[in-house]
């Protein structure tokens, strides 16, 4: 069973950034793809980002390309996502998520994929 935490949430003007980390439990996480996610009450979550576990194929949802980047540090057992140029509409609990196995339909933005889920983390964003 994967824990993952998640840190790095707050408040944030716009066109500011922030910095969210995601902390697996697993040892093993580096063999995890890993993902972040978004939800707005009242909304479906959202994709956002995807990376493998090698770290050297990342995914962007079309809102967030150019301006998010993730990343991550498998000595640290952690995934990033630094998030520059925030917008209001922006503003959403963040999710990170992780899957064993990279689909192979590449369906890596369905949340359906994703076996372990932190607890979110708020982020906020004012105009």
Request: proline fraction near 3%; charged fraction near 20%.
């Amino acid at each position: 069973q994967v824990q993952l935490v998640e840190s790095g949430g707050g408040l944030v003007q716009a066109g500011g950034s922030l910095r969210l980390s995601c902390a697996a439990s697993e040892r093993t996480f580096d063999t995890y793809a890993a993902g972040w996610f978004r939800q707005v009450p009242g909304k479906e979550r959202e994709f956002v980002a995807a990376i493998t576990w090698s770290g050297t194929s990342p995914y962007y949802a079309d809102s967030v390309k150019g301006r998010f980047t993730i990343s991550r540090d498998n000595a640290k057992n952690t995934v990033y996502l630094q998030m520059n140029s925030l917008k209001p509409e922006d503003t959403a609990v963040y999710y990170c998520a992780a899957l064993r196995t990279w689909p192979s339909s590449r369906t890596y933005y369905r949340d359906s994929e994703y076996e372990y889920w932190g607890q979110g983390t708020q982020v906020t964003v004012s105009s």
